[in-house]
């Protein structure tokens, strides 16, 4: 039997990680797929071992050059037979590896009562939540295998992966040194990642295990390994050319597949790009104005009350708060109104929903309705889409020449910590990062640009937050009406 080997570096570092879970979160080139496969020939002479390896969908496995392809150069090697109807390989012992696909959600019923010893993903990013932590729940043996997941991807700051992490990527969408290869602990409560640096420290921040007997074992250790291409010498003996042609990627996929950004967006149909919108933090030089209040109203449910409060486009202040009535909405504006002086015309409050309770009780402020036909320009199907639109132009312009026209929000405002319990996904988080998390909800709806600029609508922006509305950016870009409105001449 041949005798196959890691490479030094990632490949070894994935292959000898002791934990229940590790996910390869690489760059291009590093040789993840090769390491995934590798993974389950340590069981081939146990007959009574199973693995299963996923992607998405079906033709991503038996793409050119891909998953299956890389198996085949792998597996006959180690005597292992093809059955190539059901992508799958049987090795001389009766130990078994199957390639699957899970397209949709409901897909993970398939495998209801199933005891799948080793479960594989590669590309987990392309996942959802739901699916792989279902799949956790069909990771059971019988054979003598403690039961583990390997998983591999790219950066996607979009992905669930992404959430899951956010305590190993820093500010700027790196992975922090002292957090790669890091063995921590985690469990799931009320689908919320709960992380520790030990099993009992998880136990003691979870509810649902402190009277558990089982419950170090319903607590699951998880290792975070990123490689880098360099690891992989192979590759670039034989294609030296290969970093070349990432470094000629444009400049957001290769911060992501090359330099391993977990932060930069990479989707055409999102219109603010990413790595500029991080300008918003550190625009300093951006000089006081006039004073502005845009307000989101909510009432009830997982939306909360937002007011953000300009000098000019400085963010200064910032007020939030989960439940309220309408009576508390109108008296938290009036309370910021008279702190920083802010004229009624000066105040836009989005009137397309319960905010619409507050008409008529700030005189002369702007209700700002979503569906509202745009002011003056005809080239944007609604006023939201060409706020959000107008947002764009004044985040991602680089012209020197017109920097009146950006952002700052002032570090008091973007550090500041969402307080609350719901959503769970933001307990903890800065207003700096739940605005990045909801800029990828500002997306053209025509990915061609056919027709009047349009965005996705709002049933869309809370599916791809996860039922979360994207308050929290929407009321941030409601600014931009004050610079639509024509200029009133006086008359005496």
């Not at 299956?68 to 992508?87: F, I, Q, T």
């Not at 696909?101 to 739901?130: A, C």
Request: proline share 4%; net charge positive; charged share 25%.
């Amino acid at each position: 039997m041949a005798e196959i080997s890691p490479q030094k570096g990632y490949q070894q570092d994935f292959l000898s990680s002791p934990a229940d879970i590790v996910i390869g979160g690489a760059g291009a080139g590093v040789g993840k797929t090769f390491s995934l496969l590798l993974e389950p020939t340590r069981h081939i002479h146990n007959p009574n071992f199973g693995a299963v390896c996923f992607r998405r969908t079906s033709p991503q496995i038996t793409a050119e050059g891909g998953l299956w392809d890389e198996s085949c150069n792998l597996y006959p090697n180690l005597g292992a037979e093809m059955k190539e109807h059901v992508r799958s390989w049987k090795f001389k012992s009766g130990a078994k590896l199957s390639f699957s696909h899970m397209q949709y959600e409901k897909n993970r019923y398939d495998w209801q009562g199933s005891q799948i010893p080793l479960i594989m993903f590669d590309e987990v990013t392309h996942f959802t939540k739901l699916q792989f932590l279902y799949m956790l729940s069909r990771n059971r043996s019988t054979c003598g295998v403690k039961p583990y997941v390997r998983a591999t991807c790219n950066p996607d700051p979009d992905s669930f992966i992404a959430d899951m992490i956010d305590w190993a990527i820093d500010d700027n969408g790196f992975i922090i040194p002292e957090m790669n290869n890091k063995l921590r602990y985690f469990s799931v409560f009320e689908d919320v990642f709960i992380w520790g640096d030990s099993r009992e420290e998880v136990i003691e921040k979870s509810p649902h295990l402190l009277q558990n007997k089982e419950s170090l074992n319903m607590v699951k250790s998880f290792s975070f390994i990123e490689g880098d291409i360099y690891d992989n010498k192979k590759l670039l003996e034989k294609d030296p050319a290969y970093i070349a042609n990432l470094e000629a990627l444009p400049e957001d996929e290769k911060l992501r597949l090359l330099k391993k950004n977990w932060k930069v967006k990479t989707d055409a149909n999102v219109i603010v790009d990413y790595t500029m919108f991080q300008n918003v933090f550190s625009n300093s030089f951006i000089e006081n104005g006039a004073k502005y209040i845009t307000a989101d109203i909510a009432t009830e449910g997982k939306d909360c009350l937002l007011i953000w409060v300009f000098a000019g486009r400085k963010v200064i202040d910032v007020d939030m708060i989960d439940k309220n009535s309408g009576k508390e909405a109108l008296q938290r504006i009036e309370a910021l109104k008279n702190k920083h002086n802010v004229l009624n015309s000066n105040i836009s409050f989005d009137a397309s929903g319960v905010g619409g309770g507050l008409t008529g009780f700030i005189s002369n402020a702007k209700e700002f309705k979503s569906q509202k036909s745009p002011i003056g320009k005809n080239d944007y199907k609604n006023l939201k889409a060409q706020c959000a639109y107008e947002f764009s132009y004044s985040v991602n312009q680089t012209n020197q020449k017109t920097q009146k026209h950006l952002y700052y929000i002032v570090p008091e405002v973007a550090n500041k910590f969402y307080p609350y319990d719901k959503p769970a996904i933001y307990k903890g988080k800065t207003i700096k990062w739940i605005l990045e998390h909801q800029l990828k909800v500002l997306r053209k709806r025509k990915p061609n640009g056919e027709g009047k600029k349009e965005l996705i609508t709002k049933e869309e922006m809370k599916a791809l937050l996860g039922n979360i509305s994207g308050d929290f950016i929407e009321s941030l870009i409601q600014r931009e009406i004050f610079d639509l409105e024509p200029k009133k001449r006086r008359t005496w």
